[in-house]
């Protein structure tokens, strides 16, 4: 009857055994999937960021674009209007400057 009861407990302990290498398997499969799952959800959550960042930056420049067009409008149309200047003119507003910048100097 010993011999039977420590058979028993033989048995039992390696029924044992082979449960908890089986837990530990487990165990390790459920990190390794999880750890992949995570790796998986990151490069999606980057990818992600990442075009919404595109989007802004487009959005960004596009009402830059906006914002600048009329004020490059108004230089462009600003240099035709002083490049078609009469000489006479330029002449004219060349002295008066010239004579603005001696009497401020003190050379009269």
Sequence with gaps: ???EALDAVKEAEDIARDIMAESVQKARDIRRNAE???????????????????????????????IARPILEKGKQEASRLESLESKNLGDAVNII?????????NR
Excluded: C
Aim: avoid cysteine.
């Design 98 to 106: 010239i004579e603005r910048i001696v009497k401020a100097n003190g």
């Design 1 to 3: 009857m010993a011999k």
């Design 36 to 66: 992949g799952e995570a790796e998986r959800k990151f490069k999606e959550i980057l990818s992600d960021a990442s075009k919404e960042a595109d989007l802004l930056k487009a959005k960004a420049k596009a009402e830059g674009d906006g």
